[in-house]
């Protein structure tokens, strides 16, 4: 098992269950609820996931891969994104469910989260695969898929202050906003 392949594998399914909502459209609520509850669990539990196994150790450990100058760049950038993956959430969350205003606040959502994937595919989970070895990344996937596991019904949903995580060496409440 390979922390790397575990993180690709979550934003496959992300990017999935954005597409089903497309095709489901607004004359389905009972599907959409599900649909989105689903994704919306899982971007929650897979950022905190991410929070608690995979950035702390890049930032003890990472280098910097692709177009990040370090490690801790590589980290703000995320917990910032993370958050801003958050308040899309939230503001999906706000609209009526399969309203326009609903899908465009989920198209929004999907943008941000989108951006977010492609650039720690780039940066984040280049850094692990080339600095970490195939033990290390086993070890960080397995606590991975057991937060996963643990938490398929979402986790409390709480903004994080990049400069303080980065400070704290991924140090998640100390660095909760809340």
């Not at 850094?127 to 409390?156: I, Q, Y």
């Amino acid at each position: 098992m390979d922390i790397a392949q575990l993180i690709l594998d979550d934003h496959a399914e992300q990017r999935r269950l954005f597409a089903m909502i497309q095709e489901i459209g607004p004359g389905r609520p009972d599907a959409l609820v599900a649909v989105w509850g689903r994704l919306r669990d899982l971007l929650d539990a897979h950022a905190e996931a991410e929070e608690q196994y995979l950035y702390p150790a890049l930032l003890a450990r990472g280098k910097g891969a692709a177009d990040a100058d370090s490690a801790e760049e590589e980290t703000e950038d995320a917990i910032e994104d993370h958050n801003e993956i958050r308040d899309a959430g939230r503001a999906v969350d706000e609209q009526a469910l399969g309203s326009p205003a609903w899908f465009a606040a989920v198209a929004k959502l999907d943008q941000v989260n989108g951006d977010h994937m492609a650039e720690e595919e780039r940066q984040g989970l280049a850094d692990v695969r080339l600095h970490f070895g195939l033990e290390e990344r086993h070890e960080m996937a397995v606590r991975f898929a057991g937060f996963m596991h643990h938490h398929l019904e979402g986790v409390e949903v709480v903004d994080k202050d990049p400069d303080t995580y980065v400070e704290t060496g991924g140090d998640t409440e100390a660095s909760a906003q809340q």
